[in-house]
């Protein structure tokens, strides 16, 4: 029965070695690949507004009817976020919270202005559902033509003098990040940077190339 008992708690130790064994190398594998995949970034068309030239400016009313100047130098010296959404866009409703977090947690000195186009009949349940009517959440079909706007949710980050510095198709935190890094960084956007970068592998930049070429075809 000892001898038994002594062969199944040995055998259970092989096991547990065995498998801890297992998930240090899986860590391992998961930290290798993290080195190799580059940070994906928000998706950059083509069409509408150059980075690096002036966004275009618009003299606006938010849903409370405040003032919401676009475009030009801020006199507060902050950039500007402007995301655009729709109550029809599930992907925008967590886009949301995550631009206000963002915002918040980072503690950029940037101002975040929610956009969208239609009638306020058709925006009233989506703005008492999230609350927008204590943002910045202006209505104007012309904003959205302006930056060619074609699929949501869609954001641009203009800097403190009025120049458009970053866009492109935003669906997650890292995306909407990769507007701020990609200002930061001197570039139009994370593959723009990725693709220069000798030391990010060639796949990676290809993939990013492609991702960038399709989002300027839609």
């Known amino acids: ?80 976020l402007l995301l655009f959404v729709s109550p029809t866009c599930p992907v925008c409703k967590t886009m949301l919270q995550i631009a206000a977090a963002v915002m918040r947690d980072d503690g950029r000195s940037a ?48 800097d403190a003098d009025g120049v458009l510095r970053a866009k492109g198709l935003v669906n997650t935190r890292e995306h909407l990040e990769s507007l701020f890094e990609a200002m930061r960084l001197g570039v139009g956007s994370v593959q723009e940077y990725l693709a220069r970068d000798p030391a990010v592998p060639r796949h990676t930049a290809n993939v990013a190339s492609q991702d960038e070429t399709r989002s300027g075809a839609a």
Request: aromatic share 6%; no cysteine.
């Open 1 to 80: 029965m000892l001898e038994a008992l002594l062969i199944s708690n040995l055998v259970l130790w092989v096991l547990v070695v065995a498998l801890a064994a297992t998930v240090m190398a899986l860590v391992r594998q998961v930290g290798v690949l993290h080195e190799r995949v580059a940070p994906a970034g928000a998706l950059v068309g083509r069409d509408g507004p150059h980075l690096g030239d002036p966004a275009p400016r618009f003299e606006l009313r938010d849903w409370n009817g405040r003032a919401v100047t676009l475009g030009g130098a801020d006199g507060e010296g902050r950039h500007t």
């Open 111 to 158: 101002r975040l202005v929610l956009a969208s186009d239609g009638t306020r009949e058709e925006h009233a349940a989506f703005v008492g559902e999230h609350g927008l009517d204590q943002r910045t959440y202006v209505l104007s079909s012309q904003l959205g033509l302006a930056y060619h706007v074609a699929k949501l949710p869609y954001a641009a980050l203009i």
